[in-house]
Each structure stands twice: as C-alpha cells, then as structure tokens.
Nanobody
Framework: QVQLEESGGGLVQAGGSLRLSCAAS????????VGWFRQAPGKEREFVAT????????YYEDSVKGRFTISRDNARNTVYLQMNSLKPEDTAVYYC????WGVGLFEPNEYNYWGQGTQVTVSS
C-alpha cells in the first residue's frame, strides 16, 4: 500500500517556475513507477511525465518536453516535477500516481495509487 501527497502548487506568472513534490509513505516506494498527470476544468486527466521505478528512464508529454523535469529521491520517498517556462495552458490540478514496477505508463488507468492533487495556476 502506498499513500501519496502532492505539494508545491500555487499561483505563478507566465514564464515562471514551480517545483511539485510527491511524498510517499511505504518502505518499498523505490519499487514503484511514478507519473504526474494534470486535469484542467472541463477536460480529461492527461499524462504529463513519468519516471521508472529505477529512475533510469523518464518520459514526457510533448508540450512539456524541455520545460518540465521529473526526478526522484528514493531515500526521501519523493518524486519531483520541476516546471519551468510555465504557460497559462499549464494551469490545472496536478496529480501524482504510482504503480508497482511501472515502466513507461501513460494512461491514468494503469496506475493504482493517487494523491489528492495540487493546484497550479499560471497567469498571463
């Protein structure tokens, strides 16, 4: 069982940066692939980025490539999403999700555990 909690969201101007954190409970967190997803009002939840359980591979949605970076610190049971050059279209609730031994998974229904989400608002 894994419990996830996101933090780090907020209001930022276009071009600014935020770093989201996904803190996990459980001693086996290093065995879980972790993804970040986002959901804007009236839209479906969409994939943003994911990192494998080993941390040796990362994947990104095309619109965030070169701007967002996903990383993990298994000693701290935490996965991060560094978001730079933010745009108003990045505004959404951001969720982290985890699945055991996850590698390159892009669909929400492929993940078993979810956090409650953190709001990111980018003003123009």
């Amino acid at each position: 069982q894994v419990q996830l909690e996101e933090s780090g969201g907020g209001l930022v101007q276009a071009g600014g940066s935020l770093r989201l954190s996904c803190a996990a409970s459980g001693r086996t967190f290093s065995s879980y692939g972790v993804g970040w997803f986002r959901q804007a009002p009236g839209k479906e939840r969409e994939f943003v980025a994911t990192i494998t359980w080993s941390g040796d591979s990362t994947y990104y949605e095309d619109s965030v490539k070169g701007r967002f970076t996903i990383s993990r610190d298994n000693a701290r049971n935490t996965v991060y999403l560094q978001m730079n050059s933010l745009k108003p279209e990045d505004t959404a609730v951001y969720y982290c999700a985890a699945v055991l031994w996850g590698v390159g998974l892009f669909e929400p229904n492929e993940y078993n555990y979810w956090g409650q989400g953190t709001q990111v608002t980018v003003s123009s």
